[in-house]
C-alpha cells in the first residue's frame, strides 16, 4: 500500500477544486527507467480502468494500475513546499539502492 501524507492530500484536493473535468482523485504510475531507477507519472484522473487498485483516504482516491502496484509497495507520496522545491515527491523504497536495468530485482548492478 501507499502512503500518503497530509500535505499530499490537501494538493491533490486543490487540483481536483481548480480541474475542469470531475476528478476522482490521482493516477501514478510507475516504470522502470534503465539505471536510473524508476519513473514516475502523476495526473488527476476521472474514472478507475480495469485492475485498478484503489487506495480510498477520506475523499480522494488514488489509483494505481496493477503493473505499477508492485513497483510502489511501500512508497511515501507527500508534497513539498519549500524556497526551493515545490511538487510531489515519492519516497520508495523499492528503488533504494537498486538501478533498474532490468535485473535490479534479482541482483544489484
Not at 490537501?10 to 510507475?30: D, F, H, K, Y
Not at 531507477?37 to 488527476?44: C, D, K, P
Not at 522545491?85 to 544489484?108: E, H, L, M
Amino acid at each position: 500500500m501507499v502512503e500518503v501524507t497530509s500535505s499530499a492530500l490537501s494538493a491533490i484536493r486543490r487540483e481536483i477544486e481548480i480541474t475542469r473535468e470531475p476528478a476522482i482523485g490521482l493516477r501514478i504510475m510507475a516504470e522502470f527507467a534503465g539505471c536510473d531507477g524508476l519513473r514516475y507519472s502523476l495526473g488527476l484522473d476521472t474514472e478507475s480502468m480495469d485492475g485498478d487498485l484503489v487506495f480510498r483516504f477520506d475523499d480522494i482516491a488514488i489509483l494505481i494500475d496493477e503493473d505499477s502496484c508492485p513497483l510502489l509497495e511501500g512508497a511515501r507520496l507527500d508534497f513539498i513546499d519549500t524556497e526551493e522545491t515545490v511538487g510531489f515527491v515519492i519516497d520508495n523504497p523499492f528503488g533504494r539502492g537498486t538501478c533498474s536495468c532490468g535485473s535490479s530485482a534479482r541482483k544489484r548492478c
